[in-house]
């Protein structure tokens, strides 16, 4: 079955280096929607990806969809300890489907 | 709070229990997706819903799970003859009109323990 892969599954860093996650499919992706998950609580929607090459910045963060459409990154730049979290990406078939996360990037900060 | 709300926020049984599992969506979207977490992992689709209509069920839902959503509104997921393998955090999701955004909505989960 389709299955979307990220890597690092862990990345731990000195608070005000940056933080990139990489997320990986072997088959095309449809749209590729982005979450960060806090310790303890649920995912949060940050954003969705559509296009091939698409890139979106949401402050310190920035998003990449790749040109043939099987992977994607989120960059953070200067990170915080409130950056802190799993990020997940999610593979979304349809607008009207299923959507397959992968499994997450677990990022932690040293102070 | 995403305006999603999930009952009981806890629930432990022992194995061979049922148990019922309750989510109130945000009330204009008609999407609702079921998603099981377990530690480490990424929510693990379950099922979803149009309406009140079940669309798609993962082929990895065995027959002692099944989720209905009656009037297309508040869903409910029920697993019978727990076993300890169903530990884990079910999520619920709200979504909008397709076309509408495509955004999920979380609901803070409902955390089972089969002892």
């Known amino acids: 079955g389709q299955q979307v892969m990220q890597i690092p599954q862990y990345q731990h860093v000195q608070e005000g280096e940056d933080f990139t996650t990489y997320c990986n499919s072997s088959?095309?992706?449809?749209?590729i929607q982005w979450y960060k998950q806090r310790p303890g609580g649920h995912p949060v929607f940050l954003i969705q990806?559509?296009?091939?090459?698409e890139v979106k910045k949401q402050k310190r963060l920035t998003f990449q969809f790749g040109e043939a459409k099987k992977n994607s990154s989120l960059h953070i730049t200067a990170t915080q300890t409130t950056d802190v979290g799993t990020y997940f990406c999610?593979?979304?078939?349809?607008?009207?489907?299923?959507?397959?996360f992968g499994s997450g990037t677990r990022l932690s900060i040293r102070p | 709070d995403t305006g999603v709300s999930q009952d009981p926020r806890h629930k432990i049984t022992k194995r061979g229990q049922n148990v019922t599992f309750r989510c109130d969506p945000i009330?204009?979207?008609?999407?609702l997706y079921w998603y099981r977490q377990t530690l480490g992992q990424g929510p693990e689709f379950l099922t979803y819903?149009?309406?009140?209509?079940?669309?798609?069920k993962s082929r990895l839902l065995s027959d002692r799970f099944s989720a209905e959503r009656p009037k297309g509104s508040f869903s409910t997921l029920e697993i019978q003859r727990t076993e300890q393998g169903d530990s884990a955090m079910y999520l619920c999701?709200?979504?909008?009109?397709?076309?509408?955004?495509?955004?999920?909505?979380f609901g803070p989960g409902t955390r089972l323990t089969v002892t």
């Open positions: 999701a709200s979504r909008g009109t397709s076309g509408r955004g495509d955004e999920q909505y």
């Open positions: 088959t095309t992706l449809s749209n």
């Open positions: 990806l559509v296009k091939s090459g």
């Open positions: 999610a593979d979304s078939y349809s607008s009207a489907s299923k959507i397959i």
């Open positions: 009330s204009e979207h008609n999407r």
């Open positions: 819903f149009q309406n009140e209509a079940q669309l798609e």
